[in-house]
């Protein structure tokens, strides 16, 4: 004859079917941080296609620090060459595919600043433009007035684009 009583061998049954159970809860909800409230956030890497980057430029028309995003052929050309020494080609871009992303640093004392855009995330929201600006420090640079600027091609998104300001100043020995 057995010690157990039925109401001993309902709890005892109830414990075997509520292990697994948890078991799985347990492990579903370690696996994923997602709420179930959508898709996981989008983020991805944007290919940066530089056009034209000039740290020592001449007498140019843009004397002011800037920032566009250009959407097309007209506004890019002449954006462009109010930029660059005469002469200069327009590069070709696609405008149904890309856009394309300037800066300008505004005027500045000699040719030791630079300007780069060197990466382009798209996340959820948002396209974020990251802009380098380098200043020389106390490195040597030719001491004549310039206006660095720099032009990149950046996959065309419907969504803002937000630039992201970076700045360092080199130390030279």
């Known amino acids: 004859m057995s010690n157990r009583t039925p ?8 414990a075997l079917v509520a292990a697994p159970v948890l078991a799985l809860l347990l492990s579903c909800a370690a696996g994923s941080a997602n709420t179930g409230e959508g898709p996981p956030p989008v983020s991805r890497t944007l290919p940066v296609v530089p056009l ?23 506004t890019f050309r002449k954006a462009f060459l109010e930029s660059v020494p005469e002469g200069t080609e327009v590069p070709d871009v696609d405008f149904s595919r890309f856009v394309v992303v300037a800066a300008w640093m505004g005027q500045q004392s000699n040719c030791g600043s630079a300007l780069s855009i060197p990466s382009a995330r798209e996340t959820e929201s948002q396209v974020e433009l990251e802009v380098r600006s380098s200043l020389p420090g106390n490195c040597p640079a030719e001491d004549v007035i310039s206006y660095p600027f720099c032009f990149a091609r950046v996959e065309k998104v419907a969504k803002p684009y937000v630039f992201l300001e970076r700045s360092e100043t080199r130390v030279c020995e």
């Open 7 to 14: 109401r001993t061998r309902t709890h005892a049954a109830a």
């Open 52 to 74: 034209k980057c000039a740290s020592c430029s001449g007498d140019i028309a843009r004397t002011t620090r800037a920032r566009e995003i250009i959407e097309d052929a007209e």
